[in-house]
């Protein structure tokens, strides 16, 4: 029998889920506190487009019980279980310009996006 023991493997941490900016907190604070009080934001993935993923935003009156849930800038999102493994280290921000306003991704997983910007694939 060997005397070499060997160093136990220490393991990288992942990066959280999914991280929010102040603007989409501040934005989604505004939301849950008026047209969907009470109610949580569910993201997912469906597919769509022409480079196959799209994101997939609802509002839910309650986690189902595989959703993970994220908390960050003391605000609470949902996201489908099947969504976490191409979502890991994402963040999502809340954009204002002249003419629109939209919650907006940016995922470190993508490999690239579809022309129109509507779909990404990994």
């Known amino acids: 029998m060997s005397d070499i023991q060997q160093a136990p493997r220490t393991r990288r941490a992942l990066p959280p889920l999914m991280s929010l900016t102040e603007a989409a907190a ?3 604070r505004t939301l849950y506190a008026t047209a969907h009080e009470g109610e949580f934001l569910r993201i997912a993935l469906s597919t769509k487009g022409c480079s ?4 997939d935003m609802s509002f839910v009156k309650a986690p189902a019980p595989s959703d993970e849930i994220v908390k960050d800038h ?10 976490t493994l191409f979502l890991i280290g994402t963040t999502m921000d809340y954009e204002q310009q002249t003419l629109s306003s939209q919650f907006t991704f ?3 997983n993508e490999k690239g996006r579809c022309g129109c910007g509507e779909s990404f694939h990994v």
């Open 106 to 108: 940016s995922n470190p």
């Open 52 to 55: 196959g993923l799209s994101y």
């Open 26 to 28: 501040a934005r989604l």
């Open 74 to 83: 003391d605000v609470t999102v949902l996201i489908d279980k099947k969504a």
